[in-house]
């Protein structure tokens, strides 16, 4: 079933060079159709990891779009180009170190040029992942640490949003010290975790352990065969 | 209701929802072991005894692979020892990761925590930092912390799912660490799903008896990921990237003395000489092996297999490959793209075309495939799409049946979003599933320490054998890179403290591979590691399935 003769044919524009492909591909799949082999700009090709954006403009129109190669369906008359890198800088830290209690603004600290966020939302235009950027950016510079972690959490990293700021804001490496101080300090802690961790230190489980590792697959089999299963979580 | 399904189709989705009110309430009986191996004699791609091959060379001669495995294990290198200068040294450092995903990073962390100076490390890594099956993981990660449960439960789960073959000191090593790992990763700053008390919402798996996953939406992995080289740029790791390890160096005992590198870009060449070498490299889903679709990450190309095989480390359990029950089916764009095993943790079920449920939707990862495989093929009551492609429905609006509207929205982001790209609102309507080439059960031999039989060696993930046994349970893979990158990381600073640098680097190993290639009247052409999968053209419109099913 590989092929069909009789598939619809549409062109698409990479770099400028027209290529006929079938219909039906990605906008990845067009351009490995038309010959190109990737090095860059292309990774999990399934929606995760952020490395095949693109930038593409439709025949007759004059707005620059934005999406993921390989999440997206090629279209007739699609001018493309990809983005290989994102030069981005990112402010180090110590999550150890970092004390949201008695500083009321780490994120601006780390990140000042947040400052010059103008309100455009550019960023949360071009964000393939639908995510609301500049909201997470304006809760940032209000210190709501906890907002701008939610906001961002689909975040794949691509670049597109800072790629585009006219103040050059780095977007996905705010929202990763957002989200970082999230789970390290303003989540509570789970304190079964804690108990599990003491047990295990004091070798609660160990000799059991020892036993199930010594055992032979009938005996493996028979305790296996009769566990129980936990009904409800 | 979405548009995006053909109208037959839309007639198959009808008799699902007339069905799911009831089908709601079913406890679907779990397969008795005697059923369960007939249906995976019969119907799943491992038990093909036509996809294997027996190596003729090397340390697991005489053991099973599949066919795609061993073309590449038994073909030369795609280098020329003789043409290769190995006296200038590029990069001299005390541990080199090949690797970039998450074994290797979390190797890089924990090789610093034991001493080793961020800068005399250096991971080397094919695509970008990050890029690998690890960000892809969507479920979770299995760790037994609850009052209910402990790390016996876990080994006990794991070595029945495993069909017992699991290597027992790795699995203890697992279950064991894992709920040390998650406490690492709390300190981390990882977002796991947590009630309002903080403690983490868990949910059970593929042949989990209990509630055990932890998870972070159905982005779990890339939460993972994005943390671990946050951490690792905060650490000034330095990475080299579009730089993969086309070979392993050995010194004149035959011990690894790190590797040679190969810049993607202009095809130059790098030595470089490390006292420990951690491989760390990921799997195979893009052999498509039995001409499966895989859900794998454009870089599992099996590349540490061939290279750890080279210098004298054996393979074990590679006759077993993963098929991911559900892969999607349709629509075309995102055939064998991985529909996540929470949907089914939630409570999504498996139905047939008539709309009935034919098997428990929470059997082990091999049963569960083999049964969807049963449906389309052996009872041919699954729904062909309009190119050919045979699936059954995966209903996941009963999941929101159940638990209350808005459940998938908020616990299935991930998927929604890919769906809804293409006009498909799984809220409301049922997707299409089949499985999906997962996971590589086997690789490389390692002991309970990461190390390998080959002094100088480490290796952790997927490129290692033995934690999984024969079939991996659904949130053992992130928690394998963590326990046994954590390790590795360990035992290769321990390593590199207590051994002078190789003083000269050879290739002699491959030298003497070809000979064994020669000597055993082998010629093949596909030289190896295969470092990137080839799509262009009209391949790229192949589906990769052809399944042959032994009735």
Redesign the interface.
């Known amino acids: 079933?590989?092929?069909?003769e009789d598939k619809k044919m549409i062109e698409i524009y990479v770099m400028g060079r027209r290529y006929k492909v079938?219909e039906?591909?990605?906008i990845m799949?067009a351009l490995?159709?038309a010959?190109?082999?990737?090095?860059?700009s292309?990774?999990?090709?399934?929606?995760?990891?952020g490395?095949c954006s693109t930038v593409f403009r439709k025949e007759g129109d004059y707005k620059l779009m934005m999406d993921l190669a390989c999440?997206?369906?090629a279209e007739d008359g699609m001018f493309l180009v990809q983005l290989p890198f994102v030069p981005a800088v990112?402010a180090?830290?110590?999550?150890?170190e970092l004390n949201i209690e008695e500083n009321d603004n780490v994120m601006l600290e780390h990140y000042p040029e947040i400052a010059r966020c103008v309100s455009c939302n550019t960023c949360t235009k071009s964000c393939p992942?639908?995510i609301k950027v500049m909201d997470y950016v304006q809760a940032s510079l209000r210190g709501d640490i906890d907002r701008a972690?939610k906001l961002s959490?689909?975040c794949?990293?691509c670049g597109l949003c800072s790629i585009r700021c006219p103040a050059d804001i780095k977007h996905y490496h705010l929202a990763?010290l957002a989200?970082?101080?999230?789970?390290?300090?303003i989540?509570?802690?789970?304190?079964?975790?804690?108990?599990?961790?003491q047990e295990?230190k004091e070798g609660k489980?160990?000799e059991?352990?020892?036993k199930?590792?010594?055992m032979s697959?009938e005996e493996?089999?028979k305790?296996?065969?009769e566990?129980?299963?936990?009904k409800?979580? | 209701m979405s548009d995006g399904y053909p109208e037959y189709m839309r007639k198959s989705i009808e008799k699902v929802e007339a069905t799911r009110e009831k089908r709601a309430s079913i406890d679907f009986e779990r397969m008795k072991p005697e059923e369960s191996q007939e249906t995976l004699d019969n119907f799943h791609p491992d038990y093909r005894k036509e996809g294997k091959h027996e190596l003729k060379v090397g340390p697991s001669k005489g053991e099973l692979a599949p066919i795609e495995l061993a073309e590449l294990l038994e073909s030369p290198s795609i280098i020329d020892p003789s043409e290769i200068d190995l006296s200038q040294v590029d990069y001299d450092v005390e541990i080199l990761i090949v690797g970039g995903g998450g074994a290797g990073t979390v190797a890089a962390l924990w090789a610093i925590k034991e001493g080793i100076d961020p800068k005399d490390i250096l991971i080397a890594t094919k695509l970008r930092h990050g890029d690998s099956n690890s960000m892809m993981a969507q479920g979770g990660i299995q760790a037994a912390d609850k009052e209910v449960d402990s790390p016996v439960t876990h080994y006990l789960d794991a070595i029945g799912g495993g069909h017992y073959t699991n290597q027992p000191d790795l699995l203890k090593a697992l279950t064991r660490d894992a709920p040390e790992i998650i406490k690492w990763h709390e300190k981390l700053g990882i977002m796991y799903d947590r009630d309002e008390n903080g403690e983490f919402v868990e949910l059970p798996g593929g042949g989990t008896s209990r509630y055990r996953l932890h998870s972070a939406g159905d982005y779990t992995g890339m939460e993972l990921m994005r943390v671990l080289m946050d951490e690792s740029r905060n650490k000034g790791v330095p990475v080299l990237e579009f730089a993969p390890a086309v070979e392993l160096l050995t010194d004149e005992k035959g011990n690894v003395g790190g590797a040679l590198l190969m810049n993607l870009e202009t095809n130059e060449y790098y030595v470089v000489r490390a006292k420990s070498t951690i491989m760390a490299t990921g799997g195979f889903g893009r052999l498509h092996v039995q001409s499966y679709p895989t859900s794998n990450h454009y870089g599992a190309t099996a590349d540490g297999l061939i290279m750890g095989y080279r210098v004298g480390i054996p393979l074990r359990d590679m006759d077993s490959v993963q098929y991911h029950p559900t892969g999607a089916a349709f629509p075309d764009q995102v055939i064998g793209l991985l529909v996540t095993e929470k949907v089914r943790s939630l409570g999504g079920q498996p139905v047939n075309a008539d709309g009935e449920l034919f098997v428990n939707p929470l059997e082990p990862r091999d049963v569960e495939a083999a049964a969807i495989i049963r449906e389309c093929y052996g009872k041919e009551k699954g729904i062909t799409t309009p190119t050919g492609m045979r699936g059954v429905w995966l209903d996941s609006p009963l999941i929101d049946f159940k638990e209350g509207e808005g459940t998938v929205a908020k616990r299935l982001p991930a998927m929604v979003r890919q769906y809804e790209r293409f006009n498909i609102d799984m809220t409301k309507d049922p997707i299409l599933v089949f499985p999906t080439l997962h996971y590589q059960n086997g690789g490389l031999v390692i002991n309970a320490d990461s190390s390998t039989p080959v002094d100088g060696l480490f290796a952790a993930g997927e490129v290692s054998g033995g934690v999984h046994g024969k079939n991996r349970l659904m949130g053992n893979s992130l928690l394998d890179f963590n326990v046994f990158g954590r390790r590795a990381g360990i035992t290769a600073a321990k390593h590199a403290r207590r051994s002078q640098k190789p003083t000269k680097l050879t290739l002699d190993h491959l030298s003497k591979y070809n000979k064994e290639l020669k000597d055993a009247g082998i010629e093949r052409k596909n030289p190896s590691p295969m470092l990137l999968p080839e799509y262009r053209g009209k391949r790229v419109l192949e589906r990769h399935l052809d399944v042959q099913v032994t009735l």
């Open positions: 079933m590989a092929e069909e079938p039906g591909l990605t799949t490995e159709y010959g190109y082999k990737y090095v860059r292309c990774g999990c090709r399934g929606g995760f990891c490395a999440q997206t369906a990112r180090e830290f110590e999550i150890d992942q639908d972690a959490f689909d794949i990293q990763q989200r970082r101080i999230k789970g390290r300090y989540d509570p802690k789970s304190s079964e975790l804690e108990k599990m961790v295990l489980y160990d059991e352990l020892e199930l590792c010594d697959e493996l089999k305790v296996y065969d566990r129980k299963f936990q409800e979580g």
